[in-house]
């Protein structure tokens, strides 16, 4: 499973070419597919694949990370820096 994750400080967020690719209408921020849910939409990732940097938003460096399907993972943020991980059980 392909998920869309940001890679540097700043946070998730999308350029106006990107929401031109996706056929949204630019909200002048970009952060529509800023929630967890929404980072596997095949249509962002082909988005990302083929805009590369073109889709960042401002601060943002977005990349794809490749998971094994069906694991429920969550995704952790560190001041807009992401990673994706296992979910798993605490007390």
């Not at 946070?11 to 929404?38: H, I, V």
């Amino acid at each position: 499973m392909k998920i869309a994750i940001n890679k540097c400080f700043g946070g998730f967020s999308l350029s106006k070419k990107a929401y031109e690719f996706l056929g949204k209408k630019w909200d002048g921020y970009g952060f529509d597919y800023s929630a967890p849910e929404k980072r596997t939409d095949e249509k962002l990732i082909e988005c990302i694949e083929k805009l590369g940097h073109k889709a960042n938003g401002g601060l943002a460096k977005i990349v794809i990370v490749d998971i094994p399907d069906h694991v429920d993972f969550e995704i952790q943020d560190y001041d807009g820096i992401e990673s994706v991980h296992e979910k798993h059980r605490s007390w």
